[in-house]
């Protein structure tokens, strides 16, 4: 199987593909239409991706079977146009959830302690005691949580090792799983800002979360609150911020910007960043969690290497227009399956999904067909009897 790394990528992960048996290109810098001329030329089953943008052009550019985004988030990934062409996306949802969560404690921490504005202030050959001694502390206040996928739960050890209180929510957090990890439910994001001193994104960007975070919501923050991203820039609105800075006093430190650069170094103008503690999207880049990255990217193509199947796939259709299944139980011989869709297929019946599982003796089988529309009752009894080996056909209504 040929591979296309086409980001930075640890040496290990490297090393793992080829220990695999694929061939390997690495060509890190391979980014925007040089990214689909290196698919292109070197014809690669799977692509390797951190970072680059991966177009529509690039995923036709070659014969591509499978995407992965060696990291959490895809929204770098044209997905639409990849399910269009039968490719599967795929990522490393979890293996940066203790680096992001340790980076967002940490611009909370600086964020209290106006760290770098210290570090400034000295390496300037200033001194100023008075100043820098005016910090409010965390423990004893609440921190609101936007978010409790896998980086969400992460911090809530961490709070609780700080003396934090913990204020939540989540499209999937209930009543009694709050009860549970003891935090407090709230109904909304605006009522986790209300009543937190402190609030922490940690959301997927998708077309749920996309602008979650509005005007509304920085309206309902207490004055002098924090507020932390390091989730996706887009979850928020960076003017409703900026606004939310200038007339409120919030004081907001950011992993990630509206107007990041493309690649890994780049001139950098957005405003944002002189009101704002930032760092350079660097959430999930420490030496653990690549190398915990570079891992499961391995395990992900050396999977559909071995059996075509692919973990943490993310574009497959979470359900599909079938509205019943076809359930044909027969003897495992050669021909069974096809004369079953030839009749299938006569009838203009499309199929949705289709297994075969097969008894322990590999004497019989069961073959599970999801059909878009339900074959009459002359059709299922043509398939009950186009083969001799068919011991029984039904359908399951759906």
Same mark, same amino acid.
């Given at each position: ?185 709230? /109904? ?158 006569? /009838? ?51």
């Amino acid at each position: 199987m040929r591979v296309l790394v086409a980001d930075k990528f640890e040496k290990s992960g490297l090393e793992g593909l080829a220990a695999a048996g694929c061939e390997v290109s690495y060509q890190p810098t391979a980014k925007d239409a040089a990214l689909a001329i290196a698919v292109h030329q070197f014809q690669p089953e799977a692509l390797v991706v951190r970072s680059a943008k991966v177009s529509e052009a690039a995923l036709a550019a070659g014969s591509l079977k499978l995407v992965v985004r060696a990291g959490a988030g895809y929204n770098t990934i044209d997905v639409a146009a990849a399910s269009r062409r039968g490719i599967y996306v795929s990522n490393c949802p979890g293996k940066n959830s203790v680096a992001v969560a340790e980076l967002a404690f940490g611009l909370i921490l600086a964020l209290d302690r106006r760290i770098a504005d210290n570090v400034a202030a000295l390496r300037q050959g200033q001194w100023n005691k008075g100043e820098y001694s005016k910090a409010r502390g965390v423990f004893g206040r609440t921190l609101g949580l936007i978010g409790l996928g896998q980086i969400g739960r992460e911090m809530l050890p961490r709070a609780k090792a700080f003396g934090l209180r913990v204020a939540a929510w989540s499209r999937s957090l209930t009543p009694e799983q709050a009860e549970e990890w003891g935090i407090e439910h709230k /109904a909304s994001p605006a009522e986790v800002a209300a009543a937190s001193d402190i609030v922490s994104v940690h959301v997927a960007l998708n077309a749920h979360t996309r602008g979650l975070l509005g005007a509304a919501f920085f309206d309902a923050m207490k004055p002098g609150s924090c507020f932390i991203n390091t989730a996706r820039a887009e979850v928020i609105d960076q003017d409703a911020l900026k606004r939310a800075i200038e007339g409120r006093g919030i004081r907001a430190a950011l992993d990630v910007f509206a107007n990041e650069p493309a690649g890994g170094a780049g001139e950098f103008t957005d405003e944002i960043a002189k009101l704002v503690y930032g760092t350079h999207h660097i959430g999930a880049s420490t030496d653990q969690a690549q190398e915990a990255i570079a891992a499961e990217t391995v395990r992900i193509v050396r999977t559909f290497k071995e059996t075509g199947k692919v973990p943490n796939v993310v574009n497959l259709a979470k359900q599909t227009p079938a509205t019943c299944a076809l359930i044909v139980r027969h003897l495992d011989r050669p021909g069974v399956l096809a004369s079953v869709l030839d009749l299938i297929s006569g /009838a203009r019946i499309n199929v949705q999904e289709m297994e075969n599982i097969v008894f322990e003796g590999a004497e019989a089988a069961v073959a599970r067909i999801h059909l878009e529309t339900e074959p009459g009752a002359a059709v299922l009894e043509q398939i009950g009897a186009s083969n001799p080996d068919i011991l029984e056909a039904s359908l399951i209504k759906f």
